[in-house]
């Protein structure tokens, strides 16, 4: 049973075509890396998956429940979302942390107020998951006190907290200064150690090859190429992926 | 001309000066919330002829797109922005008698400059509210959504909090405003403070009474004003 699938997946912003027919799975423990230029449709994707945009035409499954399909062309979903966002998680480039409360508070309140955790326990997970992150002393700071890194961290940690079954990231570093992207990457790389299921979108070709079971390139809303990492970087097939990856050779 | 005298029955009337603006703040504050509410209202009962597998008339489109609810409140919120807060309390204080012929005692006074105020007032925080949560960005919206808060939630949780920060100077100036619009009691004859000097400077012709309510509304305005500054420190624990 995969953890993600996504079939057939179409989206359209007005007249402007996003997403062509995408089909996507992922199994557990697997590390899919999502790489293309910008406007291909990259965010987009990870959108649809976390409900933030609802599809035109296609499925979504976690856990092989699912959660919208099509009917006379057109999607519809189930009633109530709510279980199926336990099932993920979303790291944003830009963190979206809630800036009026402490670190803690940010990790621990959705546990607490949505799923209905124990506290005690959410708290003892959110100080071992800080911990791990390096941010044991940051607890009681203020996102506005930390540095970007430190921020991406917690929110990682805000969205590890929910204990979901995969967890997306869109770009994650994108927003930080590169010498804070080091640290963010080692955590997400640490994570695949430990086989969380992830989706990465990012533009660091090097860390892509490194963590990914898999690679996907996206152009123009579909999938062009995709494969271990070591075929897609080192033997590229299509052109367009050539071209792309071309950009990052120095 | 006794200044004792004078300043007691200012002082008098300074106390329900305090009370109309106590009250008022009271009730607008969170039914400031409540027209913001029905103002963002999205209900449109014909959007259905608009779904996007039908052909999209423009006319059918505009019809669609009506929001009786959100509109009612924008021309409430437009009339009374846009019309004097004296004129206000005399339609409130004599509409019980032209439209439904009830006679008006003194008591009426006191509640019809409460309904009033509270009304115009709730008109402008609803207006600030909506500039402090309109500058709130989606990110906070899209966070708590994939973290499963549900609508209430996120409102309480996330929004409000940072929503009432971001008010706070708007918010300063409307409660300078109202230490002083407090004085248009005069109007209905009620008797607050300014209602009062007004009087004691006729009787005795001579300035001194509202040269001491001046005072009044000056220092008590000061004191309003270091209160929400006080109040906007306490929330600068984060940016
Ligand atoms: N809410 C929206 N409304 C209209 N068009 C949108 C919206 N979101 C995205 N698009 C369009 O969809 C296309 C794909 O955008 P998307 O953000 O998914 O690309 P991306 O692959 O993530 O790019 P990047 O690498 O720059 O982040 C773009 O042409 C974009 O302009
Ligand atoms: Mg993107």
């Excluded at chain 2, 439209?99 to 009426?108: E, S």
């Excluded at chain 2, 920060?165 to 405003?177: D, F, G, L, W």
């Excluded at chain 2, 509304?217 to 929400?228: K, L, T």
Aim: charged share 20%; net charge positive; proline share 4%.
């Amino acid at each position: 049973m995969s953890v993600l699938s996504m079939q057939h997946i179409k989206k359209s912003f007005g007249d402007n075509e996003v997403l062509k027919d995408i089909s996507l799975r992922v199994e557990q423990g697997e590390v899919v890396s999502i790489i293309g230029p910008s406007g291909s449709g990259k965010s987009t994707l990870l959108r649809c998956a976390t409900f933030l945009e609802t599809i035109d035409a296609g499925e979504i499954a976690y856990m092989g429940q699912k959660a919208a399909w099509t009917e006379n062309n057109s999607a519809v979903y189930v009633k109530n979302l709510k279980p199926f966002r336990k099932d993920f998680g979303l790291v944003f480039q830009n963190f979206n942390l809630f800036p009026h409360r402490t670190v803690m508070k940010n990790v621990t309140d959705a546990p607490i107020s949505v799923l209905h955790r124990d506290p005690k326990e959410v708290r003892a997970l959110a100080e071992e998951l800080l911990a791990k992150m390096g941010l044991s002393e940051k607890a009681d700071a203020y996102p506005c006190e930390l540095s970007g890194g430190q921020q991406q961290r917690v929110s990682i940690v805000r969205a590890l907290a929910m204990q979901p079954e995969i967890l997306f990231f869109d770009e994650p570093t994108s927003a930080l200064d590169p010498e804070l992207t080091g640290e963010v990457l080692k955590v997400i790389k640490q994570l695949a150690e430990e086989h969380m299921t992830m989706v990465i979108v990012t533009h660091e070709m090097s860390f892509a090859r490194a963590v990914s079971d898999r690679v996907i390139f996206m152009d123009g809303g579909v999938i062009v190429e995709q494969g271990r990492p070591e075929d897609v970087f080192g033997d590229t097939q299509e052109e367009r992926t050539k071209q792309f990856l071309r950009h990052y050779e120095r | 001309m006794d200044y004792g005298f004078i300043f007691q029955k200012l002082a008098e009337g300074f106390l329900t000066t305090l009370l109309i603006f106590a009250l008022t703040l009271v009730f607008s504050l969170p039914m400031g919330l409540l027209v913001y509410f029905g103002r963002s209202s999205k209900w449109a009962p014909m959007a259905f002829l608009c779904k996007r597998d039908r052909s999209p008339g423009k006319i059918k489109c505009a019809v669609a797109e009506f929001k009786p609810i959100s509109s009612i409140f924008r021309l409430f919120i437009s009339i009374l922005r846009g019309t004097p807060l004296m004129l206000q309390l005399l339609v409130v204080f004599y509409a019980p008698f032209y439209l439904f012929g009830i006679k008006l005692n003194t008591a009426w006074r006191f509640f019809a400059l409460i309904i009033g105020f509270v009304i115009n007032y709730s008109a402008y925080f609803a207006e600030i509210y909506r500039g402090g949560i309109e500058s709130i960005s989606v990110g906070q919206y899209e966070a708590a959504q994939v973290l499963g808060y549900s609508k209430a939630q996120t409102f309480v949780k996330i929004i409000l909090p940072q929503m009432i920060k971001r008010v706070i100077p708007p918010v300063t100036n409307e409660v300078i405003t109202l230490v002083k619009d407090t004085s248009l009691g005069f109007v209905l004859a009620y008797l607050e403070m300014f209602t009062i000097a007004k009087q004691l400077a006729a009787k005795y012709s001579n300035i001194i009474p509202l040269l001491v309510a001046g005072l009044f509304y000056f220092v008590f305005n000061y004191i309003a004003a270091r209160g929400m500054e006080l109040f906007e420190k306490k929330l600068s624990y984060y940016q």
